[in-house]
């Protein structure tokens, strides 16, 4: 056991980080994310965890470069998503990853006990939570949005890039455990901010046939684009009934889950809630 590094109070790399991620670190990510306070266990209570995950490793030499240097890769391949297309995510996803790290300042097993040594130039920052983790379950969740039917292969390649670091020595179970949360938090602020993003677009688009919705927000968008669809293929203006969401002939689902509800259920957003919409008595 290597006491001097357990004498130690943080990571090495609080004080040694590298240039790329020193730069991360001062800069911000495009939307927001509120984390809780996280918490992990010692580095003792886990380390035989760690020792043993990487005796019984059978990761062949070609997964352990796959998963450690092309982690974005496997899972954008999966889907074949270009990863220029995926570029300003995945720095958000890095930007957060490297404030949490430096948050909590978690010193590597390898800084722990001799018993284990770094086997890869990826694990130059502290250790908790996992980046690897974060960085594949984040994916996982957007890239299923977007792909649904690859989703199961997605989570399965996620869970397989996050454990590839116990198995390689590079994080303690808690690391893996923090990241799978902290990566799904994040994709859900981002699919979140990009539904906000996309209603901005329609509203802010140019021309006569979006005059009444730049006029009267979401309230003059359900007004033309709400309701049942007919036989001759046009949709009826008006509010919607939410039980007819996704009925033959109906509309779409809306997706949210803050829909009103009751016997007399509208979609929302309710008339109540539009600003540019004057209310009327008896209105739901």
Not at 57 to 62: F, G, M, P, R, V
């Amino acid at each position: 056991m290597n006491w001097m590094s357990i004498l130690k109070e943080e990571s090495m790399w609080m004080t040694r980080l590298p240039e790329d991620k020193k730069k991360l670190l001062s800069m911000q990510p495009s939307f927001d994310v509120k984390f809780p306070e996280l918490k992990y266990p010692s580095d003792e209570s886990e380390i035989s965890q760690v020792i043993e995950a990487v005796k019984s490793s059978d990761l062949t030499e070609e997964e352990e470069t796959d998963y450690d240097k092309n982690n974005i890769d496997v899972m954008l391949e999966l889907v074949g998503e270009d990863k220029d297309n995926w570029a300003k995510f995945v720095q958000d996803v890095d930007i957060y990853t490297i404030k949490l790290k430096m948050k909590y300042g978690r010193k590597r097993p390898y800084e722990f006990s001799d018993k284990i040594e770094s086997k890869t130039d990826t694990d130059d920052s502290p250790s908790f939570p996992s980046g690897h983790a974060i960085e594949a379950y984040a994916l996982a969740k957007v890239l299923g949005e977007k792909h649904p039917d690859k989703e199961k292969e997605l989570n399965d390649m996620a869970q397989n890039v996050a454990m590839s670091r116990l198995q390689m020595g590079n994080h303690y179970p808690s690391d893996i455990k923090a990241g799978k949360k902290v990566g799904l938090m994040i994709a859900d602020a981002y699919l979140s901010t990009n539904k906000i993003e996309k209603w901005s677009d329609i509203l802010s688009k140019k021309g006569d046939g979006f005059k009444r919705e730049k006029e009267s927000g979401l309230h003059g968008w359900f007004s033309r684009r709400g309701g049942k669809e007919t036989k001759g293929g046009k949709t009826q203006g008006g509010w919607i009934d939410c039980s007819t969401c996704g009925s033959k002939n109906g509309p779409k689902p809306c997706g949210r889950k803050d829909a009103s509800k009751g016997t007399k259920r509208r979609c929302r957003p309710t008339c109540a809630a539009c600003k540019t919409y004057k209310r009327r008595k008896g209105t739901a």
